[in-house]
């Protein structure tokens, strides 16, 4: 089983597109980062954990599942850094490779320490923009090849039919 934590605030300073939006509305970048970290998932099939630093939303430790990726905020006073390295300790076994997608050096150096891989900020941007490119291409190929619909819709009633495919209310 192979798991990836992802460092959110870490990833959102340093993939340009987050950066852009962060500096317009952080909300924004967060829905974004996992809105891509979503289509992630579904591409590799690999579970995805993002952590927020509390002391950009203040409050109690909150988890909560998003487009099928686990998101934690911190509980106050506690950095996503240490919450990682806390999870890569919990979830390390056998059988399981933990990623950590991060451009801190130090907590890279820490998560080496307890057998943990890492993805630059940078490395893990490079690979996200290819599968979004071969999910376009598969999407594309999908939409050339699908038989039409025997039934007439709307593309109201087709939006919504989608929405429903993907899970999404």
Sequence with gaps: ?????????????????????????????????????????????????????????????????????????????????????????ELSGRKIEIYVATSDMTEQRVIFGQGALRKSAREFEIEMTAISSNITKKVRYIQDNKPSSKIPLTDEVAEIFEKWRRGMK
């Design 1 to 89: 089983m192979q798991i990836l934590l992802v460092d959110g605030y870490n990833i959102i300073g340093a993939w340009k597109e987050l950066r852009v939006l962060k500096q317009e509305k952080l909300l924004d970048a967060r829905d974004r980062l996992l809105e891509l970290m979503a289509e992630y998932k579904a591409f590799t099939g690999i579970r995805v954990i993002v952590v927020f630093d509390a002391h950009l939303v203040p409050g109690i430790e909150n988890k909560q599942k998003q487009r099928d990726v686990e998101v934690i905020f911190t509980r106050t006073n506690e950095t996503a850094d240490e919450r990682i390295e806390k999870l890569t300790r």
